[in-house]
């Protein structure tokens, strides 16, 4: 089958995952509003749940991607990373629930190869569709530096009730601009090292709050 009919029966999955959880009666209740048997449900995930949760997260990938290319331009890296992550958050705005879920099914130690391969292919996305063309050590720090912010920023967001998840988005400012202040740290550190001059920490990184 298709991959089309597994979108259908994720899409499905999320209207009854708030109630359900992300369970085989989740899985089960899906097919059944789709006139599929349940044999046929479980043949298209095989994984089970957790591999209905790794469409989930494949899934508003996706629709990240198709948002950011269908906006407005938006120029340099640190707003397009932001804009990245904002749409990545928006995306799923409707599915608030399935998303507190999962993260609650990915933390069980069973899932954490699984809950740490969804972050990297995100945040690995939002680099690459930012334009960034890093190939050395820089590569490496900036996902894992943008793992954590997609992370707190995603827990800040399932807690947050302000209008327009303003909180959020201000949140999420404060976390990109980190990002360029220690890209200049390290920078610095680096051009200290190669001319062989004394370094200060009164020019260490200074972290919004």
């Keep these: 089958m298709s991959d089309d009919v597994r979108t259908?029966?994720?899409?499905?999955?999320?209207?009854?995952?708030?109630f359900d959880g992300w369970s085989k009666a989740t899985l089960d209740a899906a097919a059944a509003d789709l006139d599929m048997s349940p044999a046929t449900a479980h043949a298209l995930y095989p994984g089970g749940t957790v591999e209905l949760i790794e469409e989930f997260y494949r899934w508003g990938d996706q629709m990240m991607i198709e948002a950011f290319e269908a906006g407005d331009e938006v120029k340099g890296l640190g707003p397009k990373v932001e804009r990245l992550v904002r749409l990545r958050i928006e995306t799923c705005q409707a599915h608030k629930e399935a998303w507190r879920a999962a993260i609650g099914t990915?933390?069980?130690?069973?899932?954490?190869?699984?809950?740490?391969?969804?972050?990297?292919?995100?945040?690995?996305?939002?680099?690459?569709?930012?334009?960034?063309?890093?190939?050395?050590?820089?590569?490496?720090?900036?996902?894992?530096?943008?793992?954590?912010?997609?992370?707190?920023?995603?827990?800040?967001w399932l807690a947050d009730d302000s209008e327009g998840n303003e909180e959020t988005w201000g949140f999420l400012k404060r976390r990109i601009a980190d990002i360029g202040t220690i890209g200049k740290f390290r920078r610095k550190v680096e051009e200290s090292l190669k001319g062989g001059l004394p370094f200060s920490s009164k020019d260490g990184p200074r972290f919004s709050r």
Excluded: C
């Design 106 to 156: 990915l933390a069980l130690p069973m899932n954490l190869p699984v809950a740490a391969k969804t972050k990297m292919r995100t945040v690995d996305l939002i680099w690459t569709t930012a334009g960034d063309q890093s190939a050395d050590f820089s590569y490496y720090t900036k996902r894992a530096t943008l793992v954590a912010i997609l992370s707190t920023t995603t827990l800040f």
């Design 8 to 18: 259908k029966l994720l899409e499905a999955a999320l209207t009854h995952v708030p």
